[in-house]
């Protein structure tokens, strides 16, 4: 209950001083979270960078399994792509402007944060990272 | 050394007889077509050649009691030392002068007769019990099923061997009476020979079969009709899992759960972290509460054919339906392009050519491999 308060509070800070991320509600508090919990980590934390987010994205860090070095082996280099599982199963493009559901179900940006983050640097993603990610999505 | 033949024609073969023999002809050859040649999703049309041929036989059986005299299966029984001298005289190449079947004939009609009943018969266990389909759906197992089918394919070579042989006996018999026998069976009328009277011929008893075969008809339909309404055996449907169909379904087809053993959906489940080279975990309550419901519904719960064949899993990977050997060897005609096509996506993506895989039925006839759209 706190952390959804500290959240919102967050939040209305985080519009105040970088202009609306998202446009989106649910999208927009699930940053504001992520946000929290960069600045938790660390203190001096300036806000996420989309170009960042893109460069994370785009990078090969090939740490995590072997069948999955990049993020764009699933979701393709562009976001406004569809991508496509191993198995075979399509993926509707990450980019917001193709596809404005995404980024918006805090339990399924989580699960999958937690999945493919684990898959390909064989870590968890920091609320940075995903932060990052989520807007250079939301710029796309 | 043929008998010599007189101008007099008689009417042997009367008409049902005839049309018996021809559509049997037309039913055996369609049903051996599609079962030795055709692909797997003509499974219809050669279970209703089955059908049919066991309609004939059953007319036919009707008939020998109420045909005209040569239909009658009066006329055809002989002894076996009849027989033996029949045979006998073929060999020296004379003919037995026997209008109607002659001895041998007989043999291969009876024999014909008991070889395709118990072929239509055992086709109908294999359709009942490993393919949950037809009449016995409801009754048979699958393993009896599939113990009938071994029969049903090899009574089949033999009905080859068999017809192969009433053919050259025709073709041998025509020759020692200077008949043809086959255009015989077309016209129903064979020459007499030369100083020989027409016999004495009991004539048809049209209304005798036609309440006979009515008879038996409703008897069939009300039988069939009641074993048809049972529920398959082993088939239930299964309550639509949102949850499983979501978390299960997000990178593949979500895989229904009778295709794999309890020990294998347990294995899996115990460890999402690395499924299939990837992170699939979920929270820990969704995880055991869809590992319970894949258990309660593996395959020992079912006895469809997906369930059975598929429950022998790979010693190597026990958790892939698709390195089971009934699976390799099910598709291994399919090009590996057809696979990686767009259309299909992949070997996990069943559900693009299985049209009824959410069902776990697996059905021949819901076979369709998509046609890539450029």
Known sequence: MNKTILAAIVAALSILAVGPATAEPARDAILADLLLQAKTADGGFGGFAAERGKGF??????????????????????PQNTGKTRAGKEIKPMAVSANPARFTDPAEVEKWFGRNCNSVLGRDCTAAEKGDFITFMASQ | MSAEKGGTAVRIWDLPLRLFHWLLV????VGAATGFLAPAWWLGVHVWAGYAVGALIVFRLIWAAYGSEYSRVASFLFSPRETIAHLAGIVRGRSSGHLGHNPAGAVMIFGLAALVSTIVVTGFIVLGGQEKHGVLAGVVSYATGHAAREIHQVLAFALLALVAAHVAGVVVESRLESENLALAMLTGRKRLAAGRSAPKMRSSRPLAALVTLAIVAALATAGGATLAGMPPLGLRDLPPNPVYAKECGACHHAFHPSLLPAASWDGMMAHLDDHFGEDASLPEATRVALAAWLVANASETWDSEAANVFRRVSPDEPWRITATRYWKRRHQNIDPTVFTAKAVGGKANCNACHGDASSGRYDDQAIAIPKEKS
Do not use: E, R, V, Y
């Open chain 2, 26 to 29: 037309l039913s055996i050859s």
């Open chain 1, 57 to 78: 994205f785009l990078a090969s860090p090939a740490s995590g399994k072997p069948d999955t070095p990049s993020c764009t082996t699933c979701h393709t280099p562009s």
